[in-house]
């Protein structure tokens, strides 16, 4: 199970984790808080749906929503920096994407996640698209978003 993972290697590296969504409005937040002895290690979690919640409580710059966009990977990695940093965190996962059924652009089709994962000061972002119903597509980008930030701790601890 990732979720597992994700605690196995939080203790094992002694990090401190936070979370920043948007599309996924508190399920990846909800998922960790289902692992017994996350509270080891998950500071908080802010849900920013609103453009003006992500400049205000996470530092990202209008410059950047305006220039890409809310469902963007700049925006996602703003969000996962500003979360790192206000929650004093070692690491961060932030998710901002369409859920749908509405909302979905041509360049930004409902499914769009983008993902950004902030671990010792690096930043790794994705861009994902999901097919589903509003449920699903917010779930597998919870779930995404686990394991992605697995993989991403585990390359930058693999030559330590």
Do not use: W
Request: proline share 2%; glycine share 8%; hydrophobic share 40%.
């Amino acid at each position: 199970m990732t979720e597992n993972k994700l605690l196995e290697l939080l203790s094992k590296h002694n990090l401190k984790i936070a979370t920043a969504e948007s599309c996924t409005g508190g399920l990846v937040a909800g998922v960790l808080c289902d692992i017994s002895g996350i509270s080891a290690h998950f500071e908080e979690g802010f849900i920013t749906y609103s453009e003006e919640a992500k400049m205000k409580n996470l530092g990202v710059l209008p410059e950047t929503l305006e220039h890409y966009g809310v469902v963007s990977c700049e925006v996602a990695e703003e969000m996962a920096m500003g979360t790192a940093e206000r929650a004093n965190a070692d690491c961060a996962i932030a998710t901002t994407g369409v859920a749908g059924p509405t909302g979905g652009t041509e360049e930004n089709p409902v499914g769009t996640v983008c993902f950004a994962c902030v671990v010792k000061n690096q930043v790794l972002t994705e861009r994902m698209i999901f097919e589903g119903n509003r449920m699903e597509i917010r779930m597998q980008a919870a779930v995404y978003a686990i394991e992605m930030l697995c993989d991403y701790i585990e390359s930058c601890y693999e030559e330590d």
